[in-house]
């Protein structure tokens, strides 16, 4: 087994060499991937540049003709991504390291999160202090913030480099003590405004026998649940906070995409599903919300994060949305409405609260449904205990139905 190290030899093959030294020198092997484009290498890779571009679809040398570098990036990245994924499969790789600029960044993180969450992958970038989202994405990859720009040796870019090397060293010399449950899995999902839901449903279901993985409805969140679930993860999901889609229907900044909610029904896996927090459209600081929503019911929830009300004809529209998603479904599912509220805020006395929207949601739910979801309605909000409780025990009906469960 060996750790991948990835990077562009023509303009980072000092920095790379350094660090591929310092893990060989702690009886590691490094397998080194050479994603450079332009010129051919100092080093002796063992991936080439030409096996990388090839297992993007073309050849090194046509990507030099083309003198696109927005092309090059991509395709190195998928051919990158291809062979680490292949290494990992045989059993070569057992954490991957990369070095470099945005470019570099972008084609070996490219890389990392074709692979597996629990593979040590850690970037060293220039562009670890800014917006990470593009390059980490909804996988653990690790970034670290080179100060300076990668180019050549100095006090500062060894120091730096070394660290990461030395990192990687620790996490893939040491197996870490962590007993792997037998349990079957419930995957959850929470946002602050409904986490009393959460936090009685799951310690019900953990009472059950199940173990319980809580996913932040954070864009990010939203998609790194719908991932585990296609891998197999997750033997049921209580999704109990689909908010997501609200800023995916209406431009907010935490959107997880049009394929939230696509997973659980693919995978036949049994689902409960609420429409937990749709009350709501997620902003930035108050002074990020674009000027076209002016004169909307704004709560400033903190300094860095301002919800915006959904209006009832948004709400009718997610409804239509959420309905047709789980329409699309094989396995056992449920869909349950909480009439006293969507969220913490959604009840009565509340800044959110708004019976009108409220019944725009749940009518277009009840409309656009098919008879294959099982509807049910509860009368009370989202956060008594009387809903989580009856929802952990839809799902734990399911899952020991179809063998999921205990």
């Known amino acids: 087994m060996a750790v991948v190290l990835i990077g562009t030899l023509d303009t980072k093959g000092e920095e790379l060499e350094f660090a591929r030294e310092i893990i060989e020198a702690h009886d590691i092997d490094v397998h080194l991937i050479d994603a450079g484009v332009m010129n051919d290498p100092d080093i002796e890779p063992e991936t080439s540049a030409h096996d990388v571009a090839e297992a993007g679809g073309t050849s090194l040398e046509r990507l030099r003709e083309g ?58 970038s220039t562009m670890a202090s800014g917006d990470t989202e593009p390059y980490v994405g909804a996988k653990d990859v690790m970034m670290l913030y080179s100060v300076a720009d990668i180019e050549g040796l100095n006090q500062l870019s060894r120091r730096v480099i070394s660290n990461a090397a030395l990192a990687m ?77 609200a800023d995916e229907l209406v431009g907010g900044v935490l959107s997880a995409g049009e394929t939230r909610l696509d997973a659980a029904a693919e995978m036949e896996i049994p689902q409960v599903v609420s429409p937990g927090a749709l ?5 930035g600081p108050r002074d990020s919300v ?36 789980l329409n699309a479904s094989t396995g056992p599912t449920a869909l349950f409405l909480p009439l006293g509220g969507v969220s913490l805020i959604d009840v009565e006395g509340e800044d959110f609260h708004d019976s009108e929207a409220d019944s725009k949601l749940f009518n277009a739910l009840r409309e656009h449904l098919d008879e294959n979801v099982e509807l049910v309605e509860v009368d009370a909000a989202i956060n008594d205990e009387e809903f989580a409780t009856t929802i952990a025990e839809k799902l734990d009906e399911y899952l020991r139905a179809t063998d999921g469960g205990q």
């Not at 990369?98 to 060293?124: D, E, F, H, Q």
């Not at 319980?212 to 209580?238: C, K, N, P, S």
């Not at 009350?279 to 902003?283: G, L």
Request: hydrophobic fraction near 40%; include cysteine.
């Open 290 to 325: 674009p000027e076209t929503f002016e004169g909307r019911t704004f709560h400033i929830h903190n300094p860095q994060v301002t919800l915006m009300r959904t209006t009832p004809e948004e709400n009718a529209e997610l409804g239509e949305i959420i309905a047709k998603k």
């Open 67 to 124: 003198a696109d570098r927005g092309d090059a990036i991509e395709t190195m990245g998928d051919g990158a991504a291809t062979i680490a994924s292949r290494l990992h499969d045989e059993g070569v790789l057992e954490g991957i390291v990369g070095l470099g600029g945005s470019g570099n960044t972008s084609i070996a993180t490219t890389a990392m999160r074709a692979l597996p969450v629990g593979v040590p992958k850690l970037m060293v």
């Open 169 to 245: 060293v620790g996490m893939v010399a040491n197996e870490p003590d962590i007993t792997v449950s037998e349990k079957p899995t419930v995957a959850i999902t929470m946002f602050g405004v409904t986490t009393p839901c959460v936090h009685a449903a799951r310690e019900y279901l953990e009472s059950k026998g199940y173990e319980t993985i809580v996913f932040h409805a954070t864009g990010t969140g939203g998609r790194a649940m719908e991932q585990l679930v296609r891998q197999g993860v997750v033997d049921g999901v209580l999704d109990v906070t689909t908010t997501e889609w």
């Open 279 to 283: 009350d709501m459209v997620n902003f």
